[in-house]
């Protein structure tokens, strides 16, 4: 997320990181709350009801808290969902021994990004500006980047591999769990939202006005394969395209 504002409540100011500010202001009582508490009470409201639900008097009441306190621990709901964000990162799980698959690492750890999304699917919509980067953030750059540390990447590019791969699985647990939500609400099957893009695509090329994608469809059909293979197979794609032939990795 972009640094955000420092005054409190709706006031401007210079825009920053929470985490640049103290854990609580100067005003109000101390001791009563913590960031991480504020932060959990706004992902519950979030996956409960959705992003919108996330208002600043919402998550006080949750807390124990007036709203105005509330401004004293967090000083702007950006800053609140900088905090949501970096809460829900705390939810992945590094192994404690030295990957022996680079690659199979990789698509291990964006599996977890992908779950986490699908927990928390209101997370998409809030990663859409530079982050803002929280303990748990930088405890995942840390781990990517020893995963990449014995590669012939330079650190460019292990940036973008990983930029991508967190990207894709993040895009990736974000449709699939708006694929969910809609079986639930309206009954549809897996089977049978999986097969409507297909017919869409068949209806097109029959027209005669995409003759590429008529050829792509008229070739072999491929095996079916579930969400997770595709999935997987996609970002060994990508990661091959970073390592290719590097025997480090």
């Not at 980067?133 to 591999?161: H, V």
């Not at 097109?204 to 008229?218: F, I």
């Amino acid at each position: 997320m972009a640094a955000q504002r420092t005054g409190p409540g709706p006031g401007s100011g210079r825009r920053r990181s929470v985490w640049d500010l103290p854990e609580q202001g100067a005003r109000g009582p101390k001791g009563r709350q913590s960031r991480a508490a504020i932060a959990a009470v706004a992902v519950a409201l979030a996956d409960a009801e959705g992003l919108d639900a996330v208002t600043m008097r919402r998550v006080a009441t949750g807390v124990g808290l007036g709203t105005m306190s509330l401004y004293n621990y967090v000083p702007a709901k950006e800053q609140l969902v900088q905090l949501m964000i970096d809460h829900v990162g705390g939810e992945y799980r590094y192994p404690g021994e030295p990957a022996a698959d680079v690659r199979q690492a990789i698509i291990d750890l964006a599996r977890q990004g992908r779950d986490i999304t699908q927990r928390h699917p209101w997370l998409p919509q809030v990663m859409h500006a530079p982050p803002a980067f929280g303990p748990n953030t930088l405890r995942y750059i840390d781990y990517f980047l020893g995963l990449l540390r014995r590669t012939s990447l330079d650190t460019a590019a292990k940036m973008e591999l990983l930029g991508l791969v967190n990207g894709f699985a993040l895009s990736y647990g974000g449709v699939q769990a708006t694929l969910a939500e809609e079986r639930a609400r309206t009954g549809v099957t897996a089977e049978q939202q999986a097969a409507a893009p297909v017919q869409a695509l068949v209806t097109a090329a029959a027209t005669g006005r995409y003759p590429e994608l008529a050829a792509a469809l008229a070739g072999p059909a491929a095996p079916p394969r579930d969400a997770d293979e595709v999935f997987c197979s996609a970002l060994r794609r990508l990661v091959e395209g970073f390592l290719g032939r590097d025997a480090t990795a």
